[in-house]
């Protein structure tokens, strides 16, 4: 049970990402189309940066899990969430 919950918390957590993402591009693109923000911040080099934004809803899912004290939903959460800072941080290097 604790392997199955742990993905059902990494999938969450991908999900609130990607969900942030599209609320983050959708508010700091005024009002252009979604993959015209994601073109425009790949070519002025603020990627990571809006993708990290993105991840903020991942704490609304990880304090959810915490206080139903679902832990290791909470954990897959954490984990998608630490993927996703070195995910930036390479991206950013390269």
Do not use: P
């Not at 059902?8 to 942030?20: D, Q």
């Not at 911040?41 to 915490?66: D, M, V, Y």
């Amino acid at each position: 049970m604790n392997k199955k919950d742990i993905f059902i918390g990494m999938l969450i957590g991908l999900v609130a990402n990607a969900i942030g993402l599209f609320f983050a591009a959708n508010l700091l693109g005024q009002g252009e189309d979604f993959i015209h923000v994601i073109q425009a911040a790949a070519k002025e080099g603020f990627l990571g940066k809006l993708i990290s934004l993105g991840a903020i809803l991942n704490l609304l899912a990880f304090f959810i899990f915490i206080k139903k004290r679902q832990d290791y939903r909470a954990r897959g959460v954490l984990l998608i969430t630490v993927f996703v800072a070195v995910f930036t941080f390479v991206f950013k290097l390269f």
